[in-house]
């Protein structure tokens, strides 16, 4: 019977303070847009970038006397490594026709360097599973037999990993700035609310109720609005998102690049339990802060 009073109290005043319930409830569904536009943008961008980490990595330079044997060890050792992630052959023949390519119209200029005039040593490429790993595993490889010399891409491995690292940051920084506007928010529309409601909260305090009765009706109307805003910013943000991904898919774009992005079914848990927490959080500890000043002794 109690639990029913309070549930329908909480409803009633959902409706009751239409103008500030929908105040709270446009502001919220704008925060949590925004982080999910965010969230959905950051986990795209570190998706794309661990497939194109993979991609990166070191190219092992082999000496020109080296036998097949000799070159047949050595991908086993390199393979044997912790953090590899491919290793790929690159003939003497490859790397001449892999230079042609790149002169284009001056390939005159490499006439005479075929067969056994070839000058360009065969190589392995090598990437990684843990960019975080290649400058040890760089210096490992170095020290091999039939190593000529190794060339990495630090600069590019480094940028990455800060990219990375910088979007998870700016992505954190953001979530806590829109907690704090929607708890705000909540909690100054419970506030409009009890304000209007403080004649009857003190004649409910003097007949004995507790501040567990009296608080909890405002926490569910908070609960109620923060529930709402949440599946409608799940519903609009999966929308838009799905819209937008299929608009990018069907350019050839992603392909030149190598690389995907993320379906929204991929991000959508993620979503949605992070969407639950803020309308649950938020509508508690805005209602519980509205509530203080009346409920004091």
Known sequence: MGSNYLLREGIKNVFKNKKSTMISLVTMILAMFLFGAFFSMGENVNY???QV???????VFIENEA?????AVLEQNIKALDGINTITFKS???ALDTMKENLKDNQELLEGYEGENNIFPASFIVTFTDLSLVIDTEAKIENMENVKTVKNRNET???LMKIANG?????GIISIILIVISITIISNTIRLTVHARRKEISIM???GATNHFIRLPFVIEGVLIGMVAAIITLLLVGGIYNFIVQGISSTDVLQKLGVTLLQFTEIVKV?????ASLGIGVGVIGSSISMKKYLEV
Do not use: C
């Open 48 to 50: 794309v970038l661990e």
């Open 53 to 59: 980490k993979k991609n990166q990595g070191i190219e």
């Open 67 to 71: 036998t097949d044997e000799q070159i």
């Open 92 to 94: 003497k023949q490859k």
């Open 157 to 159: 491995i480094i940028m």
């Open 167 to 171: 979007i998870r940051i700016a992505i």
């Open 205 to 207: 305090k003097y007949v």
């Open 271 to 275: 979503i949605a339990i992070v969407y």
